[in-house]
């Protein structure tokens, strides 16, 4: 038979003044953390949303060159209209579009997979 | 029946309906939340619509088929650009500002910035670039009025006032979602049955377009307008720049529910967008043709109401004319509800707030819809030098050198402080109301400096951004100390937002 041991904290209120664990340290850990990955996410969505904008810009002036050589361009006719008007009336908004949807399922794939990464933590 | 009646019918019909739907819309507008975003509820085809319904306005509906039959070929670059505009628009700010959780561009700036000055020079600039856009709305309804009716030149504006304020006082923005889909669908009808009969009849007749044109018509920068090649690409970056700066256009984004919802739903705008585009070029080309005492004229923005009676005389012209002044009268109808909604709810916060109980905020919120719209109503009756569509250019100018660089800065770069952003938005401010006071009240310059005055944005917006950007790194220390959670919440999919920290500073 072993002698019986009390197992007490010999400094009570010491050990009692400690302060409980704030309710706000979670959120602030995570927002430590989160600022790592915010980063990246930033950084990704950024270069689509900058990318997008040059995709537009470099669309529209590029058909504006292509039809200011309107005595190539403008000798062309589709339907019966002359080229730079299908172009710039009906051709480009298609164009628009398009550019429009890759921006959409790019920036979509981009918080999934930003997504993934936090619940993977 | 006069073609007199017809027309007034078709105004009538459309009035009605606008009326409807919005008292149909007070049975379910409770909280204040309804009344601005609708309770942020609103799936993307909806809201699509209504984006599209809102933002097809008086320049869009009339100004374009002006501006083609007078200027031919280089016109066709303002529906280009105000469908680009979406583009621009989706990439750079529609999740982040849906994410930000904010009713207005006031409310965006405060939460990013944390800053009272910039948010009430925001609120000022709300305020002008609304009314600077409502003008144009109340002049094409009394042009409207007066070239089909025969009503006097005060009655159009009136009458969508009138609309407007039963509309928007009943029923807040949730009955304007409703109101503002259906307004799409009208104004594409409006336009699109016109424009297939008169193809037909076109087509029957065996004539050439666009007829006796002189070349110049046809041709690129061949329109006859000063520095032809930088005002075309000024007035598209203005268009490009300044979609992500009109208070009602975004506004109506945050109804929806989440971030990637805006992103989608800016998408099918465009897809809408181009689809009616077609449309008034179409007019223009015919108008060109059968119309040609129009051009330059002050009546060249009541081409498209115009045609139908002119190519075809008798009932069907009579009737075609009728549909498509209804449709006119729901593009000023739509429009003129969006932007009073946004003007009137920056008044009742930031001008008349500090109201803590409900019912006293939807009563002021109602009264300053009343100011919102009667400002411009006054301003309108003066008369305008420039056309419909260049007159809404310069609103779109004035967004994009005050609120484009703000968005884009504040949104994608931690370094913005209240300061940079601050001067930014007074020096562009100052600018671009300088150029287009100057522009409406003078008679027109010659030479470069009326043409920098009447396209301002590509000469200010890089101007603006260069000023926030160093008056950013100048008072570096201000950067506030929340931005990497106010960058987190603006980015990160709401999938997540259980996980993250909200927000101390909420927008309202």
Same mark, same amino acid.
């Given at each position: 038979m072993t002698e019986r041991v009390r197992i007490t904290h010999p400094r009570t209120t010491a050990a009692r003044s400690v302060p409980p664990r704030p309710p706000t340290r979670e959120i602030d850990e995570l927002t430590v953390l989160g600022e790592l990955y915010l980063e990246s996410l930033l950084r990704s969505q950024r270069r689509i949303a900058f990318g997008v904008c040059a995709a537009t810009i470099g669309l529209l002036v590029t058909v504006a060159v292509a039809v200011s050589a309107w005595d190539v361009v403008g000798r062309i006719t589709v339907f019966g209209i002359q080229l730079p008007w299908v172009l710039?009336?009906?051709?480009?908004?298609?164009?628009?579009?398009?550019?429009?949807?890759?921006?959409?399922?790019?920036?979509?794939?981009?918080?999934?997979?930003?997504?993934?990464?936090?619940h993977q933590r | 029946m006069t073609p007199d009646v017809w027309a007034i019918t078709g105004v009538a019909l459309v009035t009605v309906l606008t009326v409807a739907a919005g008292s149909l819309g007070m049975r379910r507008a409770r909280t204040t939340g309804d009344f601005y975003v609708a309770s942020r509820a609103v799936t993307p085809r909806w809201n699509a619509a209504a984006v599209s319904g809102e933002y097809l306005s008086a320049a869009s509906f009339l100004g374009i088929a002006g501006l083609v039959l007078t200027y031919g070929f280089d016109m066709l670059w303002y529906p280009v650009g105000y469908t680009a505009g979406y583009l621009v628009l989706l990439a750079l700010v529609a999740a982040p500002l849906r994410r930000s959780?904010?009713?207005?561009?006031?409310?965006?700036?405060?939460?990013?910035?944390?800053?009272?000055?910039?948010?009430?020079?925001?609120?000022?600039?709300?305020?002008?670039?609304?009314?600077?856009?409502?003008?144009?709305?109340?002049?094409?309804?009394?042009?409207?009025?007066?070239?089909?009716?025969?009503?006097?030149?005060?009655?159009?504006?009136?009458l969508v006032c009138v609309v407007v304020?039963?509309?928007?006082?009943?029923?807040?923005? !949730?009955?304007?979602?409703?109101?503002?889909?259906?307004?799409?669908?009208?104004?594409?009808?409006?336009?699109?049955?016109?424009?297939?009969?008169?193809?037909?009849?076109?087509?029957?007749?065996?004539?050439?377009?666009?007829?006796?044109?002189?070349?110049?018509?046809?041709?690129?920068?061949?329109?006859?307008?000063?520095?032809?090649?930088?005002?075309?690409? %000024?007035?598209?970056?203005?268009?490009?720049?300044?979609?992500?700066?009109?208070?009602?256009?975004?506004?109506?984004?945050?109804?929806n529910p989440d971030g990637r919802d805006t992103r989608r739903t800016a998408l099918i705008v465009i897809g809408l967008l181009s689809?009616?585009?077609?449309?008034?070029?179409?007019f223009g080309v015919f108008?060109? !043709?059968?119309?040609?005492?129009?051009?330059?004229?002050?009546?060249?923005?009541?081409?498209?109401?115009?045609?139908?009676?002119?190519?075809?005389?008798?009932?069907?012209?009579?009737?075609?004319?009728?549909?498509?002044?209804?449709?006119?009268?729901?593009?000023?109808?739509?429009?003129?509800?969006?932007?009073?909604?946004?003007?009137?709810?920056?008044?009742?916060?930031?001008?008349?707030?500090?109201?803590?109980?409900?019912?006293?905020?939807?009563r002021r919120f109602r009264s300053a819809a009343v100011v919102s719209i009667a400002v411009p109503y006054v301003l309108s009756l003066a008369g305008a030098r420039v056309s419909l569509a260049a007159m809404v250019g310069l609103a779109f100018a004035l967004a994009a050198c005050t609120f484009c660089p703000l968005l884009v800065l504040g949104?994608?770069? !931690?370094?913005?402080?209240?300061?940079?952003?601050?001067?930014?938005?007074?020096?562009?401010?100052?600018?671009?109301?300088?150029?287009?006071?100057?522009?409406?009240? !003078? %008679?027109?310059?010659g030479g470069w400096t009326g043409t920098l005055l009447a396209q301002p944005a590509a000469w200010i917006v890089p101007l603006t951004f260069a000023v926030m950007i160093v008056g950013s790194l100048i008072t570096r220390s201000r950067v506030?100390?929340?931005?990497?959670?106010?960058?987190?919440?603006?980015?990160?999919?709401? %999938?997540?937002?259980a996980d993250l920290p909200s927000l101390g500073r909420s927008a309202r």
């Amino acid at each position: 038979m072993t002698e019986r041991v009390r197992i007490t904290h010999p400094r009570t209120t010491a050990a009692r003044s400690v302060p409980p664990r704030p309710p706000t340290r979670e959120i602030d850990e995570l927002t430590v953390l989160g600022e790592l990955y915010l980063e990246s996410l930033l950084r990704s969505q950024r270069r689509i949303a900058f990318g997008v904008c040059a995709a537009t810009i470099g669309l529209l002036v590029t058909v504006a060159v292509a039809v200011s050589a309107w005595d190539v361009v403008g000798r062309i006719t589709v339907f019966g209209i002359q080229l730079p008007w299908v172009l710039v009336g009906c051709a480009i908004y298609p164009a628009l579009g398009a550019i429009g949807y890759v921006a959409v399922r790019l920036a979509e794939r981009n918080e999934r997979a930003f997504a993934a990464l936090m619940h993977q933590r | 029946m006069t073609p007199d009646v017809w027309a007034i019918t078709g105004v009538a019909l459309v009035t009605v309906l606008t009326v409807a739907a919005g008292s149909l819309g007070m049975r379910r507008a409770r909280t204040t939340g309804d009344f601005y975003v609708a309770s942020r509820a609103v799936t993307p085809r909806w809201n699509a619509a209504a984006v599209s319904g809102e933002y097809l306005s008086a320049a869009s509906f009339l100004g374009i088929a002006g501006l083609v039959l007078t200027y031919g070929f280089d016109m066709l670059w303002y529906p280009v650009g105000y469908t680009a505009g979406y583009l621009v628009l989706l990439a750079l700010v529609a999740a982040p500002l849906r994410r930000s959780g904010a009713y207005t561009l006031p409310d965006f700036a405060h939460l990013r910035l944390g800053s009272g000055p910039v948010r009430r020079t925001s609120s000022l600039l709300v305020v002008l670039i609304g009314w600077l856009y409502l003008v144009p709305q109340l002049q094409g309804a009394s042009l409207t009025l007066s070239a089909q009716v025969g009503a006097p030149r005060w009655a159009g504006g009136l009458l969508v006032c009138v609309v407007v304020l039963i509309a928007v006082a009943s029923g807040g923005m !949730r009955s304007i979602t409703f109101a503002q889909a259906v307004q799409y669908w009208v104004k594409l009808t409006a336009l699109l049955i016109p424009a297939v009969v008169l193809g037909t009849a076109w087509h029957a007749r065996h004539d050439r377009l666009p007829g006796p044109a002189h070349t110049g018509w046809v041709q690129p920068l061949g329109s006859g307008v000063e520095h032809p090649l930088y005002a075309t690409l %000024s007035l598209i970056l203005a268009i490009c720049l300044g979609t992500m700066g009109l208070p009602h256009v975004l506004v109506r984004f945050y109804t929806n529910p989440d971030g990637r919802d805006t992103r989608r739903t800016a998408l099918i705008v465009i897809g809408l967008l181009s689809v009616f585009y077609q449309l008034p070029t179409l007019f223009g080309v015919f108008g060109h !043709r059968y119309l040609p005492d129009l051009a330059g004229s002050r009546l060249a923005d009541a081409t498209v109401l115009l045609l139908p009676e002119r190519m075809l005389p008798g009932l069907p012209g009579q009737l075609l004319g009728a549909l498509v002044t209804a449709g006119a009268f729901a593009a000023f109808l739509s429009t003129a509800s969006g932007l009073t909604v946004s003007v009137a709810g920056v008044l009742s916060q930031d001008v008349w707030g500090g109201l803590r109980r409900r019912d006293e905020r939807i009563r002021r919120f109602r009264s300053a819809a009343v100011v919102s719209i009667a400002v411009p109503y006054v301003l309108s009756l003066a008369g305008a030098r420039v056309s419909l569509a260049a007159m809404v250019g310069l609103a779109f100018a004035l967004a994009a050198c005050t609120f484009c660089p703000l968005l884009v800065l504040g949104i994608w770069w !931690r370094g913005l402080t209240d300061v940079g952003a601050l001067a930014g938005l007074v020096l562009g401010g100052l600018l671009a109301g300088t150029a287009v006071l100057v522009t409406l009240l !003078r %008679s027109p310059h010659g030479g470069w400096t009326g043409t920098l005055l009447a396209q301002p944005a590509a000469w200010i917006v890089p101007l603006t951004f260069a000023v926030m950007i160093v008056g950013s790194l100048i008072t570096r220390s201000r950067v506030p100390a929340d931005v990497g959670r106010v960058l987190i919440r603006l980015h990160a999919p709401e %999938s997540m937002s259980a996980d993250l920290p909200s927000l101390g500073r909420s927008a309202r």
